[in-house]
């Protein structure tokens, strides 16, 4: 974490951009017999479908990249006092979300280019993994920053952390169902089809459902915190400035959750339209790009206030 | 004279929340070129002055930077 909070803007853009070439290159070289086979469209229609993939996808790394450091550098601003620390460990967590984003995203482009070498049971278990732990780092740094906040506001919050867990239960009952009844778990009676996971059930559970459960349960806790925060801090002027950052963090915490929990489902979407499919993946990606645009403004706003002599 | 510079910051937290005394802060040192506790009530007509432009750059909302500035006057 600490490495990802000094790396300077310039180093991100740069990382952004090389990964993101790579990113391009993995995906048009990944074979597409099975999807030209399952959608019943041409190589070329494909390519083109992939791009406009893609490409929003990158444009979302970018403006999450960009979003974050204006709150990073916001935040580092006001380091010393305590709404800087608190909203410090948010751009931390928010640095580390679209960090695991990138690299979880060029790892799984990777997955269908190792057919045939005997490693994509490593490579997926790998993958899978970090891809449920590196959103739970992130928000874990969120929610503690979120806390920070909290402790700045008098008035206690009127929701109570136990109906959260109940409103999550059915969801999280409902993800590990489908993941301990997904056909292809552990591994393919096809030598053309990947498994999903490549993991025992017991793995799944330890590896996966506890991580995502713990995630979202954070995610959803530091969301409800940083929008009481922003109704019950002082300063009428300072309150109107947060709205465009809660706002943000609420509609990037509320869409990655909305990522992941459609990323787990998607067995149940197989089949789902490819105009269903891709329409969902715009709307995610659009909601997520917004929520980073949101905090890029809001910590434009909250720096006016720093910078009015 | 610290009561003072403690009065200015409380009137300003109402507007600006936590960053109302770095506000204070920037605005004492940079116009009056004084350290913030040095502060005495000769000083606050000016200082208001300077923090009505600044909080003019902050919001639209002329309502609120005059009820602020009202309120520093009541200070004096």
Redesign the interface.
């Known amino acids: 974490v600490k490495g990802i909070w000094r790396l300077s803007d310039r180093w991100w853009y740069i990382g952004i951009g090389v990964l993101a070439g790579l990113y391009m290159l993995l995906t048009l070289m990944a074979p597409i017999d099975q999807a030209e086979h399952r959608y019943h469209i041409g190589k070329l229609s494909l390519y083109f479908l992939e791009l406009t993939i893609v490409i929003p996808l990158v444009l979302v790394w970018l403006s999450a990249a960009y979003g974050s450091l204006r709150f990073k550098a916001y935040a580092t601003r006001i380091m010393s006092s305590s709404d800087g620390k608190a909203l410090a460990l948010i751009a931390q967590g928010l640095l580390v979300l679209v960090s695991g984003l990138v690299v979880t995203t060029i790892l799984q482009s990777v997955t269908p280019l190792l057919r045939g070498t005997g490693l994509i049971p490593a490579w997926t278990v790998i993958g899978n993994i970090l891809e449920a732990l590196w959103p739970l780092a992130a928000f874990w740094l969120i929610y503690q920053g979120s806390q920070g906040l909290m402790r700045m506001v008098k008035t206690p919050s009127r929701w109570r952390r136990g109906w959260l867990m109940i409103a999550l239960a059915p969801i999280v009952a409902a993800y590990a169902w489908m993941l301990l009844h997904h056909p292809y778990r552990a591994g393919s009676p096809d030598p053309g089809t990947i498994a999903a996971y490549y993991m025992p059930d017991i793995g799944l559970i330890v590896f996966l459902v506890l991580p995502y459960a713990l995630t979202w349960y954070l995610g959803l806790v530091a969301a409800l915190q940083v929008r009481h925060y922003r109704r019950h801090a002082p300063g009428v002027i300072y309150r109107r400035s947060l709205v465009g950052l809660v706002w943000g963090m609420v509609a990037v915490i509320g869409s990655s959750l909305l990522i992941q929990l459609v990323s787990v489902l998607s067995p149940v979407m197989q089949g789902a339209g490819l105009g269903a499919v891709l329409g969902l993946l715009y709307l995610l990606i659009a909601v997520y790009a917004s929520g980073h645009i949101m905090i890029m403004m809001g910590a434009r706003r909250l720096a006016r206030i720093e910078q009015a002599v | 004279v610290v009561a003072l510079y403690d009065n200015i910051v409380t009137v300003i937290?109402?507007?600006?929340?936590?960053?109302?005394q770095?506000?204070v802060d920037?605005?004492i040192e940079?116009?009056l070129q004084k350290s913030p506790t040095e502060i005495t009530v000769s000083d606050l007509a000016q200082l208001t002055d300077w923090i009505r432009v600044?909080?003019s750059?902050?919001?639209d909302?002329r309502q609120?930077v005059e009820e602020c500035v009202d309120k520093l006057h009541q200070l004096c």
């Not at chain 2, 109402?14 to 109302?20: E, F, I, K, N, R």
């Open positions: 937290e109402g507007y600006l929340g936590p960053a109302g770095r506000f920037r605005q940079s116009h600044s909080l750059l902050i919001t909302d609120i």
